[in-house]
């Protein structure tokens, strides 16, 4: 029976999972394929974190602080999982580096990747023109404190966002509502009229999906304090008209094609499962659900006991989520995982 | 420094935080006012689950059936909590029996409670009208495996819902989204749909915050398989028109005023901070965001830790909540709460 926790995937769920088994009184090895821990929010240099603006990079690198802190949490970046054998208690697996873990579970933790607008069957035209750019790559412009049209390198007079870009549409196969969207495009949007209070910014949305708190900390706020404005419409293409683009659709609740020029684009696209979460998904045989995000089979009363015994799940590998989803269930798979050890030496010293 | 956490509340959110306490060995105490433990799915007598259809009680029995196998975990109910003192690690709470608990912290699962339509500023005459009910209402009578009109006995021919009652409204001081109203109404819609065939069925909305996987496991079907007529528009009023029930507003889609005839109309009361939240934080001394809510500083880094050192908190008494995020957040905060007096009790021994 191994004290040991294996976590694959070191973004914000593996992370806080790893600090949670530590903090429980096992320890735990993070498994992280990229050069260094944080996941999206800094690999994609994400400015501020929905919904209340905290710097991303302070709140990720406090957290990789705590968890370095802990003697028993050791981390393994640059490297990824190969193999599995045993079982329930006694997992071996095997690294790229040629390592073997000890370990009595496992948390995935693998993450999504973002919707390459690449695969839109709308016309977007993202790899036509520079000034069509996404969440991602405005996050990019944001954390330097600037926003700014890529080919004029000057402040945008109008921008807007569409959303649902490889959500909620079922000609690309992606059916699901990537839940966090709106928010962070509505975030952006403040941001963007603090940074050019001259511009003009629009969102285009088929439903504003602020749940919660949102509604009163952004969707308000954006509307009241900052004004930006909401636009329920399809948007079905981008073109290049002159020196501006234009964007192209029906403002549904006016009952009228839109035809409204932009000096940029923001795509909002939505999550997919990541390759990681695939590839790790295969294999150690957990199931996953018909979109490719891990299963959990008693939702809502369980929310990270996957399919093979011994491995639990957590964060975005189980379908969209915002940060509180990620570091709630990540804490609660890390809470399982350590039962689930406590409860196997117990039946093994009985 | 004491091994037991005092969890107060016994809805979902409080069975697995104690229950959860209990796997990582150390002792949990449940303190629950009702008589009975299940919180609003029991109290409010839930139907099915959103999203699953998971029958309800058969559920939260099996939550409390594990919790009743740990012997670690003891249970009060009828029991509330009037008083507290102390500090982390030793805290003292007084119970209305009269008993006194040493705890080394607090968890909170005081919940919410359904919005009083009584309180709504629109006309929708619940308290006026047999044949205008609550989500909750409603959900008696799928529990009972049937659908009828009040007033009649008879299944509705026309039955519809209106999102949004003592949510994202300003005037009645609930600026918040509710968060599950709409999953929850669009899984009634399918139930009635399915126990009364010939019934047709509306669901009158601002945005339909089908987040997730509830776009494609109810949203979708509830249209494409189930025929649920969503409508975007506003409902002002509910008025007796001969032995129906008028509804009247404004259809925001087509921009023309709406007046449909309905035999039954099923209004989507929001959560708010249940009194025991309002009063629990309060005693302790927690602080609330502005909406009466328990506050938790850090989000979304952090889900669970109050302001008051040793004391934390999960599920609805956090805010609108689904109940994957009530699971979720009970297992960190049973998480935080056993690793804060793993960590007292080494800087006690070091």
Not at 329 to 340: C, D, I, L, P
């Given at each position: 029976?191994?004290?040991?926790?294996?976590?694959?995937?070191?973004?914000?769920a593996?992370i806080?999972?790893?600090r949670?088994?530590a903090d429980?009184?096992?320890?735990s090895?993070?498994?992280?394929?990229?050069?260094r821990?944080?996941?999206?929010?800094?690999?994609?240099?994400?400015?501020a974190?929905?919904?209340?603006?905290?710097d991303?990079?302070?709140?990720i690198?406090?957290?990789?602080?705590?968890?370095?802190?802990?003697p028993n949490a050791?981390?393994?970046?640059?490297?990824?999982?190969?193999?599995?054998t045993?079982?329930p208690?006694?997992?071996?697996?095997?690294?790229?580096?040629?390592?073997a873990?000890?370990?009595?579970?496992?948390?995935?933790?693998t993450?999504?990747?973002?919707?390459?607008?690449?695969?839109e069957r709308?016309?977007?035209?993202?790899?036509?023109?520079p000034?069509?750019?996404?969440?991602?790559?405005?996050?990019?412009?944001?954390?330097?404190?600037?926003?700014?049209v890529p080919?004029?390198?000057?402040?945008?007079e109008?921008?807007c966002?569409?959303?649902?870009?490889g959500?909620?549409?079922?000609?690309?196969?992606?059916e699901?509502c990537?839940?966090?969207?709106?928010?962070?495009?509505?975030k952006?949007?403040i941001?963007?009229r603090?940074?050019?209070?001259d511009?003009?910014?629009?969102?285009?949305?088929?439903d504003?999906?602020m749940?919660?708190f949102w509604?009163?900390?952004?969707y308000?706020?954006?509307?009241?304090?900052?004004?930006?404005?909401?636009i329920?419409?399809?948007i079905t293409?981008?073109?290049e008209?002159?020196?501006?683009?234009?964007?192209?659709?029906e403002?549904?609740?006016?009952g009228?094609?839109?035809?409204i020029?932009m000096?940029?684009?923001?795509?909002?696209?939505?999550?997919?499962?990541s390759?990681?979460?695939r590839?790790?998904?295969?294999l150690?045989?957990?199931a996953?659900?018909?979109?490719?995000f891990?299963?959990?089979?008693?939702?809502?009363l369980?929310?990270?006991?996957?399919?093979?015994?011994g491995?639990?799940?957590?964060?975005?590998a189980?379908?969209?989520?915002d940060?509180?989803d990620?570091i709630?269930s990540?804490a609660?798979?890390?809470a399982r995982a350590?039962?689930?050890?406590r409860?196997?030496a117990?039946?093994l010293a009985?």
């Amino acid at each position: 029976m191994s004290d040991c926790v294996l976590v694959i995937g070191g973004g914000p769920a593996g992370i806080e999972a790893a600090r949670t088994v530590a903090d429980l009184g096992l320890r735990s090895v993070l498994i992280e394929q990229a050069q260094r821990l944080g996941g999206a929010p800094i690999s994609c240099n994400y400015a501020a974190l929905t919904p209340r603006f905290a710097d991303a990079e302070t709140g990720i690198d406090a957290m990789i602080g705590e968890l370095a802190a802990r003697p028993n949490a050791e981390v393994r970046t640059s490297t990824t999982v190969t193999a599995i054998t045993g079982e329930p208690g006694a997992f071996t697996v095997t690294l790229s580096t040629g390592e073997a873990l000890a370990g009595g579970a496992v948390i995935l933790a693998t993450g999504f990747d973002h919707f390459d607008p690449g695969r839109e069957r709308q016309m977007y035209n993202y790899y036509q023109y520079p000034d069509v750019v996404t969440l991602q790559d405005l996050e990019v412009q944001l954390k330097r404190g600037e926003v700014c049209v890529p080919s004029t390198g000057k402040p945008p007079e109008r921008i807007c966002w569409v959303q649902c870009v490889g959500s909620r549409d079922r000609n690309i196969g992606n059916e699901w509502c990537s839940k966090v969207c709106c928010g962070v495009a509505t975030k952006q949007a403040i941001e963007v009229r603090k940074l050019v209070p001259d511009s003009r910014a629009y969102i285009f949305y088929i439903d504003m999906r602020m749940y919660g708190f949102w509604e009163t900390e952004l969707y308000w706020p954006a509307q009241e304090q900052h004004h930006v404005q909401y636009i329920k419409g399809i948007i079905t293409e981008v073109l290049e008209r002159g020196e501006r683009l234009l964007v192209r659709g029906e403002d549904t609740t006016m009952g009228r094609p839109l035809e409204i020029p932009m000096d940029m684009v923001v795509l909002s696209v939505g999550m997919e499962p990541s390759v990681g979460t695939r590839r790790m998904a295969a294999l150690l045989g957990v199931a996953q659900n018909r979109h490719g995000f891990l299963d959990i089979a008693d939702v809502p009363l369980d929310t990270v006991t996957t399919s093979r015994p011994g491995v639990f799940a957590c964060g975005a590998a189980l379908g969209p989520a915002d940060l509180e989803d990620t570091i709630s269930s990540a804490a609660a798979a890390a809470a399982r995982a350590v039962a689930s050890l406590r409860r196997g030496a117990a039946t093994l010293a009985g």
